[in-house]
């Protein structure tokens, strides 16, 4: 899959995550393509509606998931691709993987709730079966910077604690 490409909706994904940092939201932003042409994109909330599920791409996915479910129904070839600012949590992934998307493509790594690295080996065979391929790290500094933007206003233990984590994994891309 093309680079270019693959920068492009992550760009896209980086503008829906400036519309949450500019409301005080953390800024992961993620937007849904379907055979190459963004079908919706939508932005963090978890802040603005004080909740902890409302993250970009479960609200994305469950907001068009009659549409994908028709997608993949009419045409099984259709190409369900899923690009998000930030590497996917648990929720994430795992709803991603319910709506058969083929692709998770992320700019930043999550040194605290990423799981794109986990072992499936355990999981039941549908998981196995269906789980997207995951690709990460486009544009990963740019979405860095944003995170940090964000991260440096914040003043509970939790943030403070994630921006160390985040820290440390920037400075490690710059011995590298
Ligand atoms: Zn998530």
Redesign the pocket.
């Known amino acids: 899959m093309s680079n270019l490409r693959d920068k492009k909706f992550i760009h896209e994904a980086l503008r829906e995550g400036a519309k949450a940092l500019a409301r005080g939201d953390f800024p ?1 932003g993620a937007v849904l393509v379907i055979n190459g042409r963004v079908a919706a994109k939508t932005n963090n909330a978890l802040l603005s509606k004080r909740t902890w599920g409302d ?4 609200r994305l996915l469950l907001d068009r998931s009659k549409t994908i479910r028709q997608a993949r129904v009419k045409n099984p070839k259709v190409r369900i691709e899923l690009y998000t600012t ?1 590497e ?6 795992g ?1 991603a993987m319910l709506h058969r998307v083929d692709r998770v493509i992320f700019s930043c790594p999550d040194p605290r ?1 990423g799981v794109s690295h986990m072992t499936r080996a355990r999981l039941p065979s549908f998981y196995r079966d269906n789980w997207p391929s995951v690709r990460g790290g486009i544009l990963k500094k740019n979405a860095y910077k944003m995170f940090l933007r964000f991260m440096s206003v914040q003043h509970t233990k939790q943030w403070k604690e994630n921006k160390k984590l985040f820290e440390a994994m920037a400075a490690k891309w710059r011995e590298s």
């Open positions: 992961v993250h970009a791409e479960t930030l996917p949590c648990l929720m994430c992934l709803c709730g």
